[in-house]
């Protein structure tokens, strides 16, 4: 196997998903990735709005492209997403 | 050879008078020299042959949601103009539809301008004293805001001042109820706190002056007036309505009699430049700040001469370097 077509990548495991979060998170909202909390709500704590959520939805989806994970949120069920733990959650039970 | 100046990408399907009305300010603006290439439906282009036009499957409605549409629609008019810019394949975005939409493809596409929290939008609102248009942001894009997010508001408005207008040291003033330091609501007087401390004054090159109230939003007291999104919304709907009712019953009062009509015709001369000076249409619409790209928000009710304006503008503010100018003073 080709090692540069087959770049090791860290297993997305609970707690990377989390860090991937925390990081957009971070971009998106302009903030610390490191004051996100896992309990955080979206629309409370953090001060994101729906657009923010998406912004924060397309780029999960760009990230798992980007390691050749084939992984799309459904519209239907951004509205359930109310925290930073219900995104990590969700995250993790769609990709295993 | 000199390079091939990029088009400028117009969405002809948003707004209440397109494809019309739109696709005649594109072609205008060809006349005039600016370069354009037209995002609709085969069926709404397919006469055109005289402008460059890109066919898409996809409309994204007034009443849509504005995220939901633009993940949803991604052949819609709307979000390929965005992507047009994104790639460099355009020097801006143009769009007389959903506003909300127009904001969500504008960001999710060529995305934000690091040290921006919030993109705003800046309408231009013409004054009678001074020689050019008072600027007013957030118009619409926030209706909920952060302190924070006015500083950059007004850091933002100060580059567009100076950009557009050629303000070189823009007076910005903060929407209260009141003039005096202290007055306004919770958000009002944090924001006042953060952008009296100064520090940011000399980076965006302008100066703040403290609180202005509704009536200095046409006076020219400012350059540019910052306040969140729904204050600002709410603000610039009052203005419009009334400029509305005010020119509604000028009209009538001008036809309610022999005399009147005969006096209407001697003052018409006088009246026609103060109301070109007042017309929405001649300042070109309003753009969003704080993406990766230029992207102008018409009026839903833009005519021809409406989307004319808000081209030239667009691709003045392209080629005056505009978002690169942002970038600059907004980086930490």
Known sequence: MPAETHMEQDPLGRESILQLIKDRLGEI????????????????????DSLALIELVEAIEEELAERSVDFRIDDEDLEDLKSVRDAVDYVFSRLN | ???????????????????????QGARSALEFGIPVVLFGTEEALADIDDLETIFVSEVIEMDEDPGQAVRR?????????????????????????????????????????????RPAIATP????????????????????????????FAEMGAVYARDRFNVQKPKIGLLSIGEEAGKGNS????????????????????????????RDLMSGVVDVVVTDGFTGNVALKTL?????????????????????KKGSELLAPSLLPLYQKLD?????????????????????????????????????????????????????
Not at chain 2, 10 to 22: H, K, L, N, S, T
Not at chain 2, 187 to 207: M, R, T, V
Not at chain 2, 291 to 317: C, D, R
């Open chain 2, 73 to 117: 629609k991604k052949d819609s008019s709307l979000v390929r103009a965005a992507e047009h810019v994104r790639d460099g394949h355009a020097s801006a975005m143009i769009s007389a539809g959903n506003t909300g939409a127009t904001m969500a493809s504008a960001l999710l596409r060529m995305g934000r301008l690091k040290g921006v929290s």
């Open chain 1, 29 to 48: 909202l302009e903030i610390d990735p490191n004051i996100v909390n896992e309990g955080d709500s979206f629309a409370d704590d953090l001060d994101a």
């Open chain 2, 1 to 23: 050879m000199a390079e091939k100046p990029l088009p400028v990408a117009i969405d002809a399907m948003g707004g209440d008078y397109a494809p019309e009305q739109v696709i």
């Open chain 2, 187 to 214: 958000l009002i007087k944090e924001s006042f706190e953060i952008l009296n401390s100064g520090n940011w004054e000399a980076k965006s090159q302008s100066e703040f002056i403290g609180n202005v109230e509704g």
């Open chain 2, 240 to 260: 419009e309505g009334t400029a509305k009712a005010i020119v509604s019953a000028l009209l009538a009062a001008f036809t309610s009699s022999e005399e009147a």
């Open chain 2, 280 to 332: 929405p249409d001649s300042v070109g619409g309003a753009v969003l700040l704080g993406v990766k790209g230029i992207a102008m928000v018409s009026h839903g009710s833009s005519s021809a001469n409406a989307i004319l304006n808000a081209i030239k503008t667009a691709n003045e503010l392209f080629q005056d370097n505009h978002v690169e100018n942002l970038q600059s003073v907004l980086l930490p």
């Open chain 2, 125 to 152: 609102i013409p004054t009678l004293e001074g020689d050019h248009p008072v600027i007013l942001l957030d118009s619409g894009a926030n209706a909920e805001c952060q302190a924070e997010w006015l500083l950059q």
